[in-house]
């Protein structure tokens, strides 16, 4: 006897047809679901804090929650609210959709949150994250506070993705990383930490990637500088205040993104088949691939002491690879930091996925500057060089900065590989940091070392730039030189003649030969590696572009 069912023999399917429509809901409101839609998936970020105004510590971000097959029923309509940010010194507000919620981030000083805001200057801790209790977790703790001269700084808010940094005697701790969402289709980095402020002369630290806005610099004019209020419709936090009178920034705005998802698992009827193809509903052929990366980000440029290298990022060989799968095809966003630009400027992050490199920390005519390797220190007090994998991942992403010895002398920039060396001597500058040799394009050295540290300026010597791009810094009539393109290098440092900028940062994917890899613009390039690599498949990124996997 003829079946319904097309002669298929077997239990019809309960589905979900929600045709993976995507709705991103940046303010209060109501989503009314198709008829067909029966699950979805959905990420609730909640309202970054608001940091405090002098010396402050960076807000945390708001909490961050991706939830995957969500019962609902079709055609119904739901309340949706999306969090405010924290006004200064205020806390996030929550969001929530279908029955789940995420907690604003920490607001003021030492704050719990969805992410915790950062230690004050003179009360240490930082704000606990996860305060709703939730596996995985919904955020992280703020950076505590280094108490005492020559620089009191406040902490980094908590991001989504990791911890605030502490504070340090060379100045204010980088906000926490976000974490990144591919609901909408391509990676977005959202729930970034506040950077905190200091009272000395460096500038604040940076927000954390997702939003999180900078720190202040200090001192200021009061009310003349502020930090920087933290990404709208990110859950960012607030940038902390500078010291005396500064404004200090607000918490970003969260947002909610709902994907109704189609669900066609089982045993199907030819005719359901049918219909769900000729709809566009039916699900395209699965891919799942493991690939390997090199992150580098733009290095620091300089004044007086060497550039730190940009941060240094890798899974090759041996480590953890990143993971990608979907359906029909997958594109990747990757965005190649910058280096800074000559007279302490900080380079550029730069992202893959997940991952992101931290911007290479600038050479001040101070302290250097915090960053994926720290900047040497300058010839004025205190003249000690930056920290280095700030924000902190693991393994280190860099190294710090090299130290001002005496007077007239300068540090090396960190690098990959080795930390900035110290000034060996009066109107000398310190070497910059090694990088480190990566061979996941198959080319062989130097052209395979990234990541190297700027030289300091020196009267009568300067120093040499670390091997992977470093530039060397001034010697004589010769002014500081520029880090290599392309390499994250950092620039050398300047004493009379002039300064050098950083080096762009770099991304390289490699994948087996049986992926198909594409890449935009056409600046970039995919090859393929000759044995022994096996056929390798390498996508490298020169500037900013999509990977596209299929």
């Known amino acids: 006897m003829a079946r319904g069912n097309g002669g298929i023999i077997g239990k019809t399917n309960q589905t979900s047809f929600g045709k993976c429509t995507v709705t991103s809901k940046t303010s209060s409101g109501n989503l009314t679901t198709q008829p067909?839609?029966?699950?979805?998936?959905?990420?609730?970020?909640?309202?970054?804090?608001?940091?405090?105004?002098?010396?402050?510590?960076?807000?945390?971000?708001?909490?961050?929650?991706?939830?995957?097959?969500?019962?609902?029923?079709?055609?119904?309509?739901?309340?949706?609210?999306?969090?405010?940010?924290?006004?200064?010194?205020?806390?996030?507000?929550?969001?929530?959709?279908?029955?789940?919620?995420?907690t604003g981030g920490g607001g003021c000083v030492n704050s719990p949150g969805g992410s915790g805001s950062g230690g004050f200057a003179s009360a240490?801790?930082?704000?606990?994250?996860?305060?709703?209790?939730?596996?995985?977790?919904?955020?992280?703790?703020?950076?505590?506070?280094?108490?005492?001269?020559?620089?009191?700084?406040?902490?980094?808010?908590g991001g989504a993705g990791a911890a605030g940094s502490p504070s340090t005697p060379s100045g204010a701790g980088a906000g926490g990383n976000g974490a990144v969402s591919t609901i909408t289709g391509s990676p977005v980095t959202y729930a970034g930490g506040g950077g905190g402020s200091v009272t000395g002369c460096?500038?604040?630290?940076?927000?954390?990637?997702?939003?999180?806005?900078?720190?202040?610099?200090?001192?200021?004019?009061?009310?003349?500088?502020?930090?920087?209020?933290?990404?709208?419709?990110?859950?960012?936090?607030?940038?902390?205040?500078?010291?005396p009178g500064g404004v200090a920034g607000t918490g970003g705005?969260?947002?909610?993104?709902?994907?109704?998802?189609?669900?066609?698992?089982?045993?199907?009827?030819?005719?359901s088949q049918l219909k769900a193809q000729q709809q566009g509903t039916w699900p395209l052929a699965p891919i799942s691939v493991d690939v390997d990366y090199l992150v580098v980000a733009g290095g620091g440029g300089a004044a007086n002491g060497g550039g730190g290298a940009g941060g240094y990022r890798t899974s090759f060989p041996g480590g953890t690879k990143l993971s990608f799968s979907g359906f029909g095809s997958i594109t990747v966003p990757v965005t190649i930091?910058?280096?800074?630009?000559?007279?302490?400027?900080?380079?550029?992050?730069?992202?893959?996925?997940?991952?992101?490199?931290?911007?290479?920390?600038?050479?001040?005519?101070?302290?250097?500057?915090?960053?994926?390797?720290?900047?040497?220190?300058?010839?004025?007090p205190?003249?000690?060089?930056?920290?280095?994998?700030?924000?902190?991942?693991?393994?280190?992403q860099g190294n710090p900065g090299g130290n001002n010895t005496g007077p007239l002398n300068t540090g090396g920039g960190g690098g990959a590989g080795a930390v900035g060396g110290n000034a060996p001597g009066p109107g000398t500058g310190g070497n910059g940091g090694a990088g480190s040799t990566n061979l996941i394009a198959g080319n062989p050295a130097p052209t395979s070392i990234y990541a190297g540290g700027g030289g300091g300026g020196g009267i009568s010597a300067g120093g040499l730039g670390g091997s992977g791009g470093g530039g060397a810094g001034e010697q004589g009539p010769i002014g500081g030189q520029n880090g290599t393109v392309n390499t994250g290098g950092g620039g050398g440092g300047g004493y009379l003649v002039s300064s050098g900028g950083g080096g762009s940062g770099i991304v390289i994917t490699r994948a087996p030969g049986s992926v198909n890899m594409s890449v935009s613009p056409g600046t970039n390039t995919v090859t393929t590696l000759p044995a022994p690599a096996g056929g390798c498949t390498v996508a490298t990124f020169t500037v900013s572009g999509d990977l596209t996997i299929s």
């Open 36 to 102: 067909a839609t029966r699950v979805v998936q959905t990420l609730i970020v909640a309202g970054g804090g608001g940091s405090y105004c002098i010396r402050g510590p960076g807000g945390g971000a708001g909490g961050f929650r991706c939830l995957s097959n969500v019962p609902v029923s079709g055609n119904t309509t739901y309340p949706i609210v999306v969090g405010g940010g924290g006004a200064i010194s205020t806390p996030g507000n929550n969001s929530s959709a279908f029955g789940n919620s995420s």
């Open 124 to 157: 240490g801790t930082g704000g606990t994250g996860n305060v709703g209790g939730y596996t995985p977790p919904e955020g992280n703790p703020g950076g505590n506070a280094f108490i005492g001269p020559p620089l009191d700084g406040g902490g980094g808010g």
């Open 202 to 243: 460096t500038g604040g630290a940076l927000g954390g990637s997702g939003g999180g806005g900078a720190g202040a610099k200090s001192p200021v004019t009061p009310g003349s500088e502020i930090g920087v209020p933290g990404t709208a419709n990110t859950g960012g936090g607030g940038g902390g205040g500078g010291f």
């Open 253 to 271: 705005s969260g947002i909610v993104i709902v994907k109704e998802l189609n669900k066609a698992s089982g045993v199907w009827s030819l005719k």
């Open 337 to 380: 930091g910058a280096g800074g630009a000559a007279g302490a400027n900080n380079g550029n992050p730069s992202i893959f996925s997940t991952i992101t490199s931290a911007s290479g920390g600038a050479g001040r005519s101070t302290s250097g500057a915090a960053g994926g390797s720290g900047g040497g220190g300058g010839n004025d």
């Open 382 to 396: 205190p003249g000690i060089g930056g920290a280095g994998n700030s924000p902190p991942v693991s393994p280190p």
